[in-house]
């Protein structure tokens, strides 16, 4: 299957995974706990540019977030990454907090902004992936969706295991390098040789490129 035929508008989603300012921000908790977030900023302009583009195909378009909370943390999670979540004080993507909030520009666009057949959807989850106890999948099949162009942080965290959910669902898995990140780029590097066993890797210039060279394809959402 070509690229083009993958990125179909009729078929395709962009999936934007937990562009939180918790993540992202240099005062959100990732940051505050002593994490490198220093890379998010220039990955959000490349993403910014290709939501651009992505809207104007009328692209479905995925926003995930992560929100935690006594009401979904279990012994088990918080003891995730040893313990350092649990040891902090600092709460993370904690439900009405700024930090839980989507990081700036980067806001999906509700049915206020455009017509309901061209909003953007919101998924919430409470795991690295975006399929686990949330509603991705009833969306996707709702919409007949088969490819997840996947966006976001970390790239080798909450997007990769999003990602292989999706693969492991027989979704044909896109994965845009340059509008992804993780808290080092060996770390993203890393990542990226992982998933090209199983995942088309491309950047978004080429994204872009395929949609603008195959305007055949570009239908109006209905």
């Not at 909370?69 to 279990?74: D, I, K, Y």
């Not at 990454?81 to 993370?92: D, E, K, M």
């Not at 700036?104 to 998924?123: K, Q």
Request: charged share 20%; glycine share 6%; aromatic share 6%.
């Amino acid at each position: 299957m070509t690229l083009e035929e993958l990125i179909d508008p009729r078929v395709a989603a962009l999936v934007v995974v937990d562009m939180q300012n918790d993540f992202c921000h240099p005062n959100g908790a990732e940051a505050a706990m002593g994490a490198d977030v220093s890379l998010a900023a220039p990955m959000a302009q490349r993403l910014k540019a290709l939501l651009v583009e992505a809207r104007a195909v009328c692209l479905h378009t995925i926003f995930v977030r992560t929100h935690h909370s006594p009401w979904t943390n279990s012994e088990v999670w918080l003891g995730r990454a040893g313990g350092r979540h649990a040891r902090s004080n600092v709460p993370l993507c904690l439900p009405g907090t700024w930090g839980s909030d989507f990081y700036e520009g980067l806001e999906p666009r509700s049915s206020a902004d455009c017509s309901p057949e061209t909003s953007d959807f919101i998924v919430t989850k409470h795991r690295y992936s975006g399929f686990v106890g949330t509603d991705l999948e009833l969306v996707l099949q709702s919409k007949g969706l088969k490819t997840l162009i996947m966006t976001g942080t970390a790239s080798n965290g909450c997007v990769e295991a999003t990602a292989r959910d999706g693969f492991h669902r027989d979704y044909a898995i896109v994965y845009v390098s340059d509008c992804s990140v993780a808290s080092t780029d060996a770390r993203h590097q890393e990542c990226l040789q992982r998933v090209c066993s199983w995942a088309t890797v491309v950047t978004a210039d080429e994204l872009v490129h395929a949609w603008r060279s195959a305007p055949a394809v570009v239908a109006v959402r209905a």
